[in-house]
């Protein structure tokens, strides 16, 4: 019954270890072109060792500092941070994360306390009447302007037909189309 117990209370816990893992002798195996993918699968094969999982998934930061000098020269070694949930699955993450992830992560927290902010003071003012009356009067003033327009075209229409009645259709011939005229230019001087 002991070990039972002692299993369900590891089920429970989340594993957290941090490892320094070389890569230099497994990359130096590939070709200069493919040494940095080869670094990859190096710490991917090295987390599933010493962690006993099957499924390894590399963050964000540590992916960028494997990439970041290119394809032919990662770094030799990496400090990470394994840490391994109740399903198994183990995230790879920097033990140290670059000073440009910790101002994006401020600045999401302080994007988000200005939502909850902003969420707060928009349910704490009533509901303003005045912009109601003012979307009322900008109909007004559209609908009047269609009126308008709708009765400018009514009076041309009229005006048209009278002006029809008054003169009937006369045939104009159309004229023909001349057509283009290139200019010829003359051609280079002759041996002379």
Same mark, same amino acid.
Do not use: C
């Given at each position: &019954?002991?070990?039972? $117990?002692?299993?369900?209370?590891?089920?429970?816990?989340? +594993?957290?270890?941090?490892?320094?893992?070389? +890569?230099?002798?497994?990359?130096?195996?590939?070709?200069?072109?493919?040494?940095?993918? %080869?670094?990859?699968?190096?710490?991917?094969?090295?987390? &599933?060792?010493? &962690?006993?999982?099957?499924?390894?998934?590399?963050?964000?930061?540590?992916?960028?500092? +494997?990439?970041?000098?290119?394809?032919?020269?990662?770094?030799?070694?990496?400090?990470?941070?394994?840490?391994?949930?109740?399903?198994?699955?183990?995230?790879?993450?920097?033990? #140290?994360?670059?000073?440009?992830?910790?101002?994006?992560?401020? %600045? *999401?927290?302080?994007?988000?306390?200005?939502?909850?902010?902003?969420?707060?003071?928009?349910?704490?003012?009533?509901?303003?009447?005045?912009? $109601? +009356?003012?979307?009322?009067?900008? #109909?007004?003033?559209?609908?009047?302007?269609?009126?308008? #327009?709708?009765?400018?075209?009514?009076?041309?229409?009229?005006?048209?037909? #009278?002006?029809?009645?008054? !003169?009937?259709? *006369? !045939?104009?011939?159309?004229?023909?189309?001349?057509?283009?005229?290139?200019?010829?230019?003359?051609?280079?001087?002759?041996?002379?």
């Amino acid at each position: &019954m002991a070990k039972i $117990k002692m299993a369900k209370k590891e089920e429970a816990s989340v +594993l957290e270890r941090v490892y320094n893992v070389p +890569l230099r002798k497994e990359f130096q195996k590939a070709p200069p072109w493919k040494r940095t993918k %080869k670094a990859v699968k190096a710490l991917r094969q090295f987390i &599933m060792k010493h &962690m006993k999982s099957k499924e390894v998934l590399i963050g964000k930061y540590a992916n960028k500092f +494997l990439w970041e000098r290119g394809i032919k020269n990662p770094p030799h070694h990496v400090k990470v941070t394994a840490t391994k949930d109740k399903k198994g699955k183990v995230i790879v993450e920097l033990t #140290e994360i670059p000073n440009y992830a910790k101002r994006e992560i401020e %600045k *999401q927290k302080k994007l988000a306390e200005k939502k909850k902010g902003r969420e707060e003071s928009k349910k704490k003012e009533p509901i303003k009447e005045e912009p $109601k +009356l003012e979307a009322k009067i900008e #109909e007004k003033v559209e609908e009047a302007k269609k009126e308008k #327009e709708e009765k400018a075209k009514e009076t041309e229409k009229e005006e048209i037909k #009278e002006l029809k009645k008054e !003169h009937p259709k *006369q !045939h104009i011939p159309k004229q023909a189309i001349a057509p283009k005229k290139v200019e010829q230019r003359p051609t280079a001087p002759k041996g002379q």
